[in-house]
C-alpha cells in the first residue's frame, strides 16, 4: 500500500457522473467513457436489474479515487497506461521498437556525420 | 421418475463440482498470468519517459541536419551499410599502419 499502482482499477471522480465507477472503467479501459455509461444502462434494462446496481454500488465502496500522484500528465500518456493494462508484453515490444527506431535513427545520423567528415579529410588530402 | 433424478444428479454435480471448478480454474489462471510488479511498473515508466526524451532530441538533430544539408538521409539512408564500412575501413588501415 505504499506506492500506488498504475495498474489497478481506480474510480475516477473529476469525470464523475454519479459515483466514477463508469468514468474509472473507461479511464482503466481506454473505451469511451459513454460508450461505458450506455453499455451500463442498456445491460441494467435488459435484464440484468439488481446486479448491476449491487456491482456498482460494491465497486464505487471498494475501489478507490485515483491518487494524485499516478495522474497521467498528457493523454499520450493515458493511452500508454491503457496499452500496459491491456497486455503488459506488447507494451514492453513496443517500447523496445521505439529504442530500435531511435538507434537506427542515431546510426543514420552518425553515418552520414562520419562520412563528412570523411569526404573534408579527402578533400584536404587533394589540396596537398 | 428414473430420469429425473439422472437430471437432478447432473444438475447438483454441475453446479457444486462443475461451476467452482471452472471459476478456480481461471482464477488460477489469472494469477499465474504475467503481471507486472511495482518495480516492473517503475521501470516502464522510466524507458517510456526515456524513449520519448530520446525521441524528442533526435528529432531535434534531424532538424538542425535538415536545415543544414536537406539531402543528408539520402547519402546515409541509401546504401547504409555500404557507407559504414567505407567510413570504417580506412580508420582501421591507418591504425594498422
Known amino acids: ?128 | 421418475m428414473e430420469f429425473d433424478d439422472i437430471t437432478g444428479l447432473v444438475a447438483v454435480l454441475a453446479i457444486f463440482l462443475g461451476l467452482p471448478w471452472v471459476v478456480f480454474h481461471y482464477i488460477t489462471k489469472w494469477k499465474t498470468a504475467a503481471t507486472l510488479t511495482t518495480q516492473d511498473e517503475d521501470l516502464l515508466d522510466d524507458l517510456h519517459d526515456l524513449a520519448r526524451r530520446l525521441d524528442d532530441r533526435v528529432v531535434t538533430i534531424e532538424r538542425i541536419m535538415d536545415a543544414e544539408n536537406p539531402a543528408w538521409r539520402a547519402t546515409s539512408l541509401s546504401d547504409a551499410p555500404e557507407t559504414h564500412r567505407l567510413t570504417r575501413e580506412p580508420r582501421i588501415q591507418e591504425t594498422r599502419r
Not at chain 1, 471522480?13 to 473505451?31: E, P
Not at chain 1, 545520423?109 to 596537398?128: D, F, P
Open chain 1, 1 to 128: 500500500m505504499s506506492a500506488p499502482r498504475r495498474t489497478k482499477f481506480y474510480l475516477d471522480r473529476r469525470n464523475k457522473k454519479y459515483q466514477g465507477v463508469c468514468a474509472g472503467i473507461a479511464d482503466y479501459t481506454g473505451f469511451d467513457v459513454t460508450l461505458v455509461r450506455v453499455a451500463t444502462v442498456v445491460l441494467t434494462i435488459a435484464g440484468g436489474f439488481p446486479w448491476t446496481l449491487v456491482a456498482y454500488w460494491l465497486t464505487s465502496w471498494l475501489a478507490q479515487d485515483k491518487p494524485r500522484e499516478i495522474a497521467d500528465d498528457t493523454p499520450e500518456e493515458t493511452r500508454f497506461w491503457q496499452g500496459v493494462r491491456a497486455s503488459p508484453g506488447r507494451t514492453v515490444r513496443d517500447v523496445r521498437s521505439r529504442f530500435r527506431d531511435l538507434d537506427r535513427r542515431l546510426a543514420d545520423i552518425e553515418t552520414h556525420v562520419t562520412s563528412g567528415n570523411m569526404s573534408l579529410a579527402n578533400e584536404i588530402e587533394k589540396l596537398r
